[in-house]
């Protein structure tokens, strides 16, 4: 299976702050990553999907790079709303699997 | 509006079975491939298992190969996943979503407590 790595596994930021958030894959997976918000007691939020491709309805400060190997997601602004922990998904190829996600606190 | 609704969780002891629902409105069911996700408590999501539109075509993380099972009802617009020889380790809360751009649309989750 493909393994995913996310760094950092959490990161304390204050509101304004630009953050960037590492994904990385044990093989080359094209551009199959996709990345997840989730909040405490929710269910996840896709934001961004095919490595850079901003879900519908999701704020212009998030962005997505990345190919291959290596993917990134950028938050430009911080927002009080934007604390959360933040997965990626590879779906290159089956068992699809899930970096262990970044938690996301306020500093 | 989209809407994915999960049910079937509950307690069951090890070695126990139990069989999940989702029941799925508002699009058009048998043209996405489905998923369930699971998030133990306090740790993070866990890819399950997959299936496609049709459902002829199931896949599954290693975990659970062998011990569950996915399939999907298009007439009763229902995905289901049966789950045998549980397990302590397969405690968590048991998430199905649709697959548009990746998962797109969620459900609210179903909680499976696995312990004697």
């Known amino acids: 299976a493909i393994q995913m790595t996310q760094s950092p596994s959490s990161l304390s930021a204050s509101v304004g702050d630009r953050v960037t958030i590492t994904c990385r894959a044990s093989?080359?997976?094209?551009?199959?990553l996709h990345w997840y918000q989730q909040k405490p007691g929710k269910a996840p939020n896709l934001l961004i999907y095919?490595?850079?491709s901003l879900h519908t309805g999701v704020p212009s400060r998030f962005s997505g790079s990345g190919s291959g190997t290596e993917f990134t997601l950028t938050i430009s602004s911080l927002q009080p709303e934007d604390f959360a922990t933040y997965y990626c998904?590879?779906?290159?190829?089956?068992?699809?699997?899930f970096g262990q996600g970044t938690k996301l606190e306020i500093k | 509006e989209v809407l994915l609704v999960e049910s079937g969780g509950g307690l069951v002891q090890p070695g126990g079975s139990l069989r999940l629902s989702c029941s799925v409105s508002?699009?058009?069911?048998?043209?996405?491939?489905m998923t369930w996700v699971r998030q133990a408590p306090g740790r993070g999501l866990e890819w399950v298992s997959a299936?496609?539109?049709?459902?002829?075509?199931?896949y599954y993380a290693d975990s659970v190969k062998g011990r569950f099972t996915i399939s999907r009802d298009n007439s009763k617009n229902t995905l289901y996943l049966q789950m045998n020889s549980l397990r302590v380790e397969d405690t968590a809360l048991y998430y199905c979503?649709?697959?548009?751009?990746?998962?797109?649309?969620w459900g609210q989750g179903t909680l499976v407590t696995v312990s004697s």
């Open positions: 095919a490595a850079s």
């Open positions: 299936i496609s539109g049709s459902g002829g075509s199931t």
């Open positions: 979503a649709k697959k548009g751009p990746s998962y797109d649309c």
């Open positions: 998904l590879q779906d290159y190829n089956y068992p699809y699997t």
């Open positions: 093989q080359d997976i094209r551009d199959d």
């Open positions: 508002a699009f058009t069911f048998s043209t996405y491939a």
